[in-house]
């Protein structure tokens, strides 16, 4: 028996909650982990016995070193029976009290019990190869893990349910049967097989690589649920990007005064607007000094300015553009900027927003003193960002490794039609599918090596 597949077939043991809740959960998985578990737990009713309880229930009891041994904690032991598990092999989940200690002496009984040490996200590549999830699935269990707005908590969950799963795959089954038909006709002319058609091949293939430039066309706005957006506050002085920093983050983290300058370094918070982290950064305004420090502030300005992908780019809309603000809006051409017209409490209007929004890519009047119109800052970053229309349940790339594969499943397929518009033999055609198709069921984990499989599971975590 292979080393590997030896470690397939061990009980496996780890912590999967984190510690100082007051419910802390020790889970094995594995051929023999009912009976390892039953040496460590003990159900306060004798007659029964751990691995004797049906599959999905549980039973209150003590955590002991041995039937005789002194008392651990007391909890609660849940019992899931091959195949009817995550992972699709035996398991036991013992829930004890959440303390960093009790836990981790829960796992050494575990441990001195036969189990090893799970590795990273060992419990759900055991669930991939046992065929209870695809890579994609897998992947979406991570994003549940790691999601931090509730949009990017139901794309992960549309993910772990199989939404990309089933967009890819319907692509592929369509790639399949096209390329099988170019082989029946090639290979068997004697046969009654019906003649490959172009025009109908070229609209088939033609279809696929549109639904692929979909799926990669979600991939910007997945990352951005995911990760959020570098986000820079920037303007001139006195112009309440500082307060607007504030009421975005909810508490006073830049200084406010009437004194032109007052910020001189980057201040940096990560906020959430509407559904969207945004990574923000309130910088120094923006204007001719001779003050050095407030000099060096202001380049820092200039620089965050070239490497954020969205700009907050603030205005006082009491007062007219000046030449400062007039260069900044040159600088915003053909980026990713909302203009935000400020002070839209007091009377006074001397902004042309039309000018600004020629420069930009929406226009948002708010009060950031009063704190009005923030749902709009919301509705234009959520629509600048491709977040506002995305359809979770339709599949979208959540990861570079998704997105390389649905890229290379594109190219492919426009070689396919670049060789079938050429009139080259079907053959060169059916070439091309088989390139598209490897790429599409490498995403998939149908045809990923095993390397590629081992570099997504490293990121999880030990417990899952």
């Given at each position: 028996?292979?080393?590997?597949?030896?470690?397939?077939r061990?009980?496996i043991?780890?912590?999967?909650?984190?510690s100082?809740g007051g419910?802390?959960?020790v889970r094995?998985?594995?051929?023999?982990?009912?009976?390892a578990a039953g040496?460590?737990?003990?159900?306060?009713?004798?007659?029964k016995?751990?691995?004797?309880?049906?599959?999905?229930?549980?039973?209150?009891?003590?955590?002991?070193?041995?039937?005789?041994?002194?008392?651990?904690?007391d909890?609660?032991?849940?019992?899931?029976?091959a195949?009817?598990?995550?992972?699709?092999?035996?398991?036991?989940?013992?829930?004890?009290?959440?303390?960093?200690?009790?836990?981790?002496?829960?796992?050494?009984?575990?441990?001195?019990r036969?189990?090893r040490?799970a590795?990273?996200?060992?419990?759900?590549?055991?669930?991939?190869?046992n065929?209870?999830?695809?890579l994609t699935?897998?992947?979406?269990v991570?994003?549940i893990?790691?999601?931090?707005s509730?949009?990017?908590l139901?794309?992960?969950?549309e993910?772990?349910?199989g939404?990309l799963?089933q967009?890819?795959m319907?692509?592929?089954?369509?790639?399949?049967d096209a390329?099988?038909?170019?082989s029946?006709w090639i290979?068997?002319?004697?046969e009654?097989?019906e003649?490959?058609?172009a025009?109908?091949?070229?609209s088939?293939?033609?279809?696929?690589?549109?639904e692929l430039e979909r799926?990669a066309?979600?991939?910007?706005?997945?990352?951005?649920?995911?990760?959020?957006?570098?986000t820079?506050?920037v303007g001139g002085?006195?112009?309440?990007?500082?307060?607007l920093?504030?009421l975005?983050a909810?508490?006073e983290?830049?200084?406010?005064?009437?004194?032109?300058?007052t910020?001189r370094?980057?201040?940096?918070e990560?906020?959430?607007?509407?559904?969207?982290?945004?990574?923000?950064?309130d910088?120094?305004?923006?204007?001719?000094?001779?003050?050095?420090?407030?000099?060096?502030g202001v380049?820092r300005s200039?620089?965050?300015l070239e490497r954020?992908?969205?700009?907050?780019?603030?205005?006082?809309?009491?007062?007219p553009?000046?030449?400062?603000e007039r260069?900044l809006?040159?600088?915003?051409?053909?980026?990713?900027?909302?203009?935000v017209?400020?002070k839209?409490?007091?009377?006074q209007r001397?902004?042309?927003?039309?000018?600004?929004?020629?420069?930009?890519?929406?226009?948002?009047?708010?009060?950031?003193?009063?704190g009005?119109g923030?749902?709009?800052?919301a509705?234009?970053?959520?629509?600048?960002?491709g977040?506002?229309?995305?359809d979770?349940?339709?599949?979208?790339?959540?990861?570079?490794?998704?997105?390389d594969?649905?890229?290379r499943?594109?190219r492919?397929?426009e070689?396919?039609?670049?060789?079938?518009?050429?009139?080259?033999?079907?053959?060169a055609?059916?070439?091309c599918l088989?390139?598209?198709?490897?790429?599409?069921?490498?995403?998939?984990?149908?045809?990923?090596s095993?390397?590629?499989?081992?570099?997504?599971?490293?990121s999880?975590c030990v417990?899952?």
């Open positions: 028996m292979s080393r590997g597949l030896s470690r397939q061990d009980v043991a780890a912590i999967s909650t984190g100082g419910v802390g959960m094995l998985s594995g051929p023999g982990s009912l009976a040496q460590v737990f003990f159900p306060q009713d004798r007659r016995k751990l691995p004797e309880l049906p599959g999905y229930t549980g039973a209150y009891g003590q955590f002991r070193r041995g039937a005789e041994g002194a008392v651990l904690d909890g609660v032991a849940f019992v899931y029976h195949p009817k598990s995550y992972t699709g092999e035996e398991m036991a989940e013992l829930c004890c009290h959440g303390g960093a200690f009790v836990m981790e002496q829960v796992l050494e009984l575990c441990l001195q036969g189990a040490l590795e990273p996200g060992e419990f759900t590549k055991r669930a991939l190869l065929g209870k999830l695809d699935q897998a992947e979406g991570a994003d893990i790691a999601a931090r509730a949009q990017a139901g794309a992960a969950q993910a772990r349910r939404a799963h967009a890819v319907a692509v592929a089954e369509r790639l399949t390329s099988a038909h170019i029946a290979d068997f002319p004697e009654d097989v003649e490959v058609l025009e109908e091949l070229e088939t293939l033609t279809a696929c690589r549109r799926l066309g979600s991939y910007h706005a997945g990352r951005v649920l995911r990760e959020g957006i570098s820079a506050i002085v006195n112009v309440g990007k500082s307060t920093m504030n975005l909810g508490e983290k830049s200084i406010v005064t009437e004194i032109p300058g910020t370094d980057v201040i940096r990560t906020v959430r607007l509407g559904d969207v982290l945004l990574d923000l950064s910088t120094a305004g923006l204007r001719q000094t001779g003050d050095r420090v407030e000099i060096l380049n200039l620089e965050l954020c992908s969205l700009v907050l780019a603030v205005f006082d809309a009491s007062r553009l000046d030449a400062g260069q809006l040159e600088k915003l051409t053909g980026r990713l900027a909302i203009g017209l400020n839209c409490d007091l009377p001397a902004i042309d927003g039309e000018t600004v929004r020629r420069h930009t890519r929406a226009l948002v009047e708010l009060s950031a003193k009063e009005t923030l749902s709009a800052l509705q234009a970053v959520a629509e600048l960002t977040t506002a229309n995305l979770p349940a339709a599949g979208m790339v959540a990861n570079r490794r998704q997105l594969c649905v890229l499943a594109a492919s397929l070689e396919a039609l670049e060789t079938l518009g050429w009139g080259q033999t079907l053959d055609v059916s070439v088989e390139e598209a198709l490897e790429a599409l069921l490498e995403l998939t984990g149908q045809r990923a095993g390397e590629i499989i081992q570099r997504v599971f490293e999880f417990g899952k």
